[in-house]
T-cell receptor, first 115, second 114 residues
């Protein structure tokens, strides 16, 4: 079975400070990993994904994520937070060996960037 | 760019009504999905479809059905709406089947059942 955990319901950070939104996953094989962002009353927007290769993945809006196989983690990071980054963030996973199956999503982490 | 549209942004229905939520995509994607989103519960998969006229149950199919008569359209049906189906409903698509492909989401329909 595949699963994703986002251990923090809420993350607060001051504008200009670095931010981290945590994600851990569980799959039987190797994962494909994804991050999405949701602004109020909107659908989810794709930020970035890890397929293979370099453990540091760069995505939209200055976000990046680091894949750590030994810790089964895929934390989302940004060096300097903006107030406009305030949103709901979702991590998702698919096992490479699972064929054409839907992504499995975490419960989401609400990021609040304070001016 | 992939465009996924949903028929309504906001919808208010009465208990017992039959409700249709429509999703249309313009990129010829094989896969289509319906999720509901509730605070503290994240996204939960209701149904998905890999091709026309086929469907698969997700994690929470009870009280819902789906229809996919054309490749670009995937409908979610609440046969008899209940208050516990008040939620945000999100449609998504992806292609090609399998592999490291992301899902593209529509704007969502916020359904209130009174």
């Amino acid at each position: 079975a595949q699963s994703v955990a986002q251990p923090e319901d809420q993350v607060n950070v001051a504008e200009g400070n670095p931010l981290t939104v945590k994600c851990t996953y569980s799959v039987s094989g190797n994962p494909y990993l994804f991050w999405y962002v949701q602004y109020p009353n909107r659908g989810l927007q794709f930020l970035l994904k890890y397929i293979t290769g370099d453990n540091l993945v760069k995505g939209s809006y200055g976000f990046e994520a680091e894949f750590n196989k030994s810790q089964t983690s895929f934390h989302l990071k940004k060096p300097s937070a903006l107030v406009s980054d305030s949103a709901l963030y979702f991590c998702a996973v698919r096992d490479r060996n699972s064929g054409n199956t839907p992504l499995v999503f975490g419960k989401g982490t609400r990021l609040s960037v304070i001016a | 760019d992939v465009k996924v549209t949903q028929s309504s942004r906001y919808l208010v229905k009465r208990t017992g009504e039959k409700v249709f939520l429509e999703c249309v995509q313009d990129m010829d994607h094989e896969n289509m999905f319906w999720y509901r989103q509730d605070p503290g519960l994240g996204l939960r998969l209701i149904y998905f479809s890999y091709d026309v006229k086929m469907k698969e149950k997700g994690d929470i199919p009870e009280g819902y059905s789906v229809s996919r008569e054309k490749k670009e359209r995937f409908s979610l049906i609440l046969e008899s709406a209940s208050t516990n189906q008040t939620s945000m409903y999100l449609c998504a698509t992806s292609s090609p089947p399998g592999g490291p492909v992301e899902q593209y989401f529509g704007p969502g329909t916020r359904l209130t059942v009174t």
